[in-house]
């Protein structure tokens, strides 16, 4: 009967068995490799040489750049590779109009043109260790509140006990929604230099219309050095600095690429979920998604209307357009991913299974659908309203306006405070244009009005901004009066201008600001948002956090025979899988690389996204290929595989059989970017920069081969 019943079971579970079975999924924790699964699918190569704290190894040569990218360490001279996306903003900052680096790439011909980036960082882990049973000692039945400020002391604790060097750092992160936790061991370097970046005719090809697709032409790299004092050690910028000597560095192959080659990317993905309960699956595809993507729309057709016709513009906007752009279409294949790969219906199949084996968990099941059934109008006006204060720029202005004000009535804008403030400003200003964003914010006042239920906005909001032309005149009118949008004066000055001489007096800018309309509207939706949303949402979400971390529990309990990672936490992770085309539509079968040919079929003289210098069409025609032509007798540009990746993976290395750098990852494919939710191998693909294409614009395009002198490349 036992015998039976386990039978049965088994082909109950086998369906979403199969459909969650990550087979090369993953994004492991370097120090819990799935070391079998690895060399079954061809890693020549040990799980100690990809991490070992007690002496080189490959992750030595991996870090995360500027807190939210990776990048590798390809030379004995601390000399890294990036994507030219996770470089975008220290290119863009180093560009005027005269010099448009952007526009016109930027090659340094030796060290002293290397170019310092002030704020920029590259974080080392120097080791990773489980402190599951330390962190949660303590904490056996107490509620939530209770359990967190015993976990909160026990950190600082482990911390201490840790004793780290003076230029380092602790950092206790938790995974499977805090059944686990890990201390990291970081080292920050704070002096990086920008070493070389193809136009972005090149590092940005395709733009905004090939983002997320393939085929991909994109030749997304970019090139940076660390710097250290003379022990090697981090140090704030100084013209005495030295480079890096790192550890370790990765060798560089140029070898051809076979279908079904073993691969594996290391880097720091952002966020991923992995394991949520099908409620939140079902919301996240009919409800939040589709709102961001709606705002964000908006946001993007307005800004790239005045992009495309003024240099200016173009350059102030470029980053954060890039950035926008970027989840707004990531969305909408996440979503179409989802129904594709029959997401919902097939998590539903397997919590059902689980849930027949497993009494507590059904109820966590059940529990689950209740709080983000309730949640749900909630977390539609939290999708709306952040959308809104992230696009709406003037908003967000008026918003810390409305801080600044508060703090200054309650005695805390002492002079440290305020000069933060100051500086705050002056950075986004910087990159600002009220005119401009007045056109955002009238649209999307009339997008917020018509989409929002009328008991979640201040009164008479529907009725005053429902209309998006009549918006367009008022509050073009309040931006053209207001000192905050930068077009009015106070003492003689405008926050562009003289930022000082607008603060010289406090009471009476304070006076003049509670007056602007423009903050009134900003105090109105936020006091109506905080009041009918917020809160609600904010307890709702407490309670989802806190049946998830059990969930989490008895999912591992219930289901033995899956083998489970950690969501990613913008963590050090190791993922790997093989070379790979796809199949994602009927019909439609994809290689799994592209070449410069590509390119010079997409070419559009003088197009805001498919042009192409002059010299890289000379190089083509005369097939000036060097060692970097495969066997086709082309440069290979890009290619995918099965590696399970996400944002934060940008800039990571992708790696072959035995270590060597093959490829730099940049993307995913539009059909599979579900897969921070639900990885399915039929269409998750990651896409990366062939390292063939990156030598190949160093040494022919940008004849920087001081630079290939420094590296070691495998023939």
């Keep these: 009967m036992l015998k039976n019943k386990n039978i049965l079971l088994s082909a109950v579970l086998l369906p979403a068995a199969m459909a969650f079975a990550q087979q090369n999924g993953g994004m492991w924790i370097p120090t819990e ?20 704290p007690t002496k080189p190894s490959i992750k030595d040569a991996v870090v995360q750049f500027d807190g939210g990218c990776t990048a590798e360490i390809i030379s004995p001279k601390g ?28 090659w340094a011909k030796n060290p002293s043109e290397e170019l310092p980036n002030p704020g920029v960082t590259v974080d080392f882990i120097s080791d990773i ?154 919301k996240i595809m009919n409800d939040t998604d589709p709102a961001r993507i ?49 997401a919902l219906e097939n998590k539903r199949l397997y919590e059902q299974s689980l849930a027949a084996k497993s009494p507590e968990l059904k109820n966590s099941l059940d529990e689950l659908k209740r709080l983000y059934t309730e949640q749900a109008p909630y977390a539609l006006n939290n999708a709306y ?37 100051k500086n705050e400003l002056s950075a986004f200003y910087k990159d600002y244009s009220g005119e401009l964003d007045a056109k955002v ?43 905050i949008s930068g077009r009015n004066s106070l003492n003689g000055a405008t926050v562009y201008t003289n930022i000082d001489n607008v603060f010289a007096n406090q009471n009476q800018l304070v006076s003049i600001i509670k007056k602007d309309p423009l903050i009134s509207l900003m105090a109105s939706l936020k006091e109506a948002y905080l009041k009918n949303a917020d809160s609600k949402y904010t307890m709702l979400q ?28 913008s963590t050090m992770r190791v993922t790997y899988g093989k070379v ?57 540009v890009a290619f995918t595989a099965t590696n399970h990746t996400t944002g934060g993976n940008s800039g990571s290395p992708a790696l072959d059989a035995y270590g060597n750098l093959i490829g730099l990852n940049f993307d995913r494919q539009w059909e599979g970017t579900m897969s921070d939710i639900n990885y399915d191998q039929k269409y998750s693909r990651n896409i990366m920069v062939d390292t063939k294409y990156i030598l190949f614009v160093i040494d022919k395009f940008a004849d920087s081969k001081w630079l290939l002198n420094e590296m070691k490349i495998v023939k």
């Design 33 to 52: 490799l799935n070391e079998k699964e690895m060399k079954d699918l061809g890693m020549k190569i040990s799980a100690k040489q990809i991490f070992d």
């Design 79 to 106: 000399l890294i590779l990036t994507n030219h996306h996770c470089g975008y903003d220290n290119i863009q900052s180093h560009s005027t109009v005269e010099n448009d680096l952007l526009t016109n790439g930027f």
């Design 129 to 282: 260790k489980e402190v599951t049973a330390q962190v949660l000692a303590g904490t056996n039945g107490l509620d939530q509140k209770a359990a967190q400020e015993i976990i909160n002391k026990n950190i600082e604790e482990v911390k201490a006990s840790l004793k780290p060097e003076s230029w380092q750092r602790i950092l206790i992160k938790p995974v499977y929604y805090g059944n686990k936790y890990y201390a990291y061991i970081i080292e920050t370097y704070k002096d990086i230099r920008l070493v070389g970046a193809p136009p972005q005719s090149i590092g940005k090809f395709g733009s905004d219309t090939d983002n997320w697709v393939w085929p991909r032409h994109t030749g997304d790299f970019s090139m940076f050095r660390i710097y250290a004092d003379k022990n090697n050690r981090p140090a704030e910028y100084s013209k005495d600095n030295i480079p890096y000597k790192p550890k370790y560095f990765l060798p560089i192959s140029i070898k051809d690429k076979q279908e079904n080659d073993f691969t594996f990317v290391y880097g720091f993905p952002g966020r991923t979920t992995e394991y949520l309960p099908s409620i939140a699956i079902e």
């Design 294 to 342: 709606a705002v964000r729309e908006i946001a993007l057709k307005t800004l790239d209307e005045k992009m495309r016709t003024d240099a200016e513009t173009r350059i102030k906007y470029a980053s954060k357009y890039a950035s926008v752009a970027n989840y707004w279409k990531k969305w909408m294949g996440e979503v179409e991913g989802l129904k594709k790969s029959n």
């Design 385 to 421: 309203y952040t959308e809104l204060l992230r696009n709406a720029e003037t908003l967000n202005l008026a918003n810390r306006f409305l801080n600044y004000s508060a703090s200054l009535e309650q005695g805390k804008m002492d002079d440290k405070v305020l000069a933060k403030f």
């Design 441 to 483: 914010t009238a649209k999307l006042l009339a997008l917020y009005a018509n989409k929002v239920p009328a008991q979640y906005l201040p009164e008479g909001f529907k009725q005053n901004f429902s209309d998006a032309n009549k918006n367009l005149e008022t509050i073009e009118n309040w931006s053209i009066n207001s000192i």
């Design 542 to 569: 407490s309670q989802i956090d806190a049946i998830q971390k059990k969930y989490m529990a008895q999912l591992m309990q219930a289901d033995q025979n899956r083998k489970f990672f950690p969501d990613a936490n």
């Design 580 to 636: 790979k085309g796809s199949n994602p539509r009927d019909g439609v079968f994809y290689k799994f690389q592209t070449h410069l040919a590509g390119v010079m079929e997409k070419y559009l003289p003088g197009d805001y996204e498919f042009d192409v210098p002059k010299k890289l069409i000379d190089l083509y025609n005369k097939k000036d290929f060097g060692i970097y032509k495969d066997k086709t007798g082309d440069v290979p």
